[in-house]
């Protein structure tokens, strides 16, 4: 039995979302998968009603579960189901008010990344041109998912934002999807000194299977294997994993990015319409990698140990 952890699958952000597409992760064994319920647009209410619908929607499926708890993620993935829990890209669901970290945290969100691409009260974004790092308040709130449980999460943020928060935790920070910088240079991914720092905390660097971050748009295995031998080589079998970045309903994306453009730049767009690696192929990974040469027990430690030890020495 093989635990997949999806660190990062995107619905779209509509209450009314179909949440039976999380059944492609289904693949014979345990899955655990985070999705998002909202970035820098939603407003606490938005993020607040993305959280409830879902929540309800999840748990009309079969065999899926919220998870609230790492024995509950054993529970339903050992018994071959689905757990579920929720992340947040941006914290300006917040609303400014620390104490929201737990409003979400008891709603099922278990990571969240202080900034989405752009500056905000918490501190600065990947596509910014100055990079001032974490804020006072940025430093307050990271203080806070620690105390509450939260993981505090680099993707999307700014190489010092991030380099911060790794600095300042008292619990392992991780990329959730992020891919390798010294391999393909786009402003998401990340450098090596900023996947060490999240190393030294004792976190995991995602790798995504988004096209236009594993290289020209190419979101293969063979691409994501290229990313995730580069950062085991760099950080050590027990500091990598993967996650998806899946989104289910791509013209929604794609219309997201129109309609907010203040949130993205020409990185998103620079190779034509973003291509993403389907579920049905990211459920084959250990297959891959088993005939690369891995270890079952790298495998393994990729595949879903190393976001679950996270997740064991954070959540509350
Ligand atoms: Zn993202």
Same mark, same amino acid.
């Given at each position: 039995m093989t635990l997949l952890w999806d660190q990062h699958a995107c619905l779209p !952000?509509? =209450?009314?979302?179909?949440?039976?597409? !999380?059944?492609? +992760?289904?693949?014979?064994s345990g899955t655990y998968v985070s999705i998002n319920v909202?970035?820098? =647009?939603?407003?606490l209410a938005d993020s607040l009603a993305l959280a409830d619908a879902f929540r309800a929607s999840i748990a009309a499926l079969d065999d899926a579960e919220m998870v609230a708890t790492t024995t509950e993620i054993e529970a339903v993935t050992g018994a071959g189901g689905l757990a579920v829990a929720f992340d947040l890209e941006?914290?300006? $669901? !917040?609303d400014g008010d620390l104490d929201n970290v737990r409003t979400f945290y008891d709603r099922g969100v278990r990571t969240m990344l202080p900034t989405y691409n752009h500056a905000n009260a918490a501190g600065c974004g990947? !596509?910014? *041109? #100055?990079d001032t790092g974490l804020t006072a308040w940025g430093r307050q709130l990271v203080a806070e998912m620690n105390a509450v449980g939260m993981v505090p999460d680099g993707s999307h943020c700014s190489a010092r934002t991030g380099l911060d928060m790794c600095e300042i935790s008292t619990a392992p920070v991780i990329y959730s999807h992020s891919c390798m910088r010294a391999l393909w240079e786009h402003p998401r991914n990340i450098t090596d000194d900023q996947a060490r720092a999240s190393a030294q905390t004792g976190g995991v660097v995602g790798i995504t299977g988004v096209g236009i971050f594993l290289g020209p748009n190419t979101p293969t295995l063979e691409a994501m294997t290229r990313h995730l031998e580069y950062a085991v080589e760099l950080?050590?079998? #027990?500091h990598v994993g993967v996650s *998806?970045?899946? $989104? +289910?309903?791509q013209e929604d994306f794609y219309a997201e990015i129109a309609a907010n453009p203040e949130a993205f730049d020409e990185s998103y767009t620079r190779w034509g319409p973003i291509q993403w690696m389907p579920p049905e192929t990211f459920v084959t990974l250990g297959t891959h990698l088993a005939q690369r040469g891995w270890s079952d027990a790298d495998i393994r430690a990729v595949l879903g140990g190393n976001f679950l030890r996270v997740a064991r020495e954070s959540w509350r």
């Open positions: !952000l509509r =209450p009314d979302a179909d949440v039976g597409v !999380l059944n492609r +992760f289904r693949h014979g909202g970035y820098s =647009p939603q407003s941006d914290s300006g $669901s !917040l990947c !596509l910014d *041109t #100055e950080l050590g079998i #027990e *998806t970045d899946h $989104s +289910f309903d």
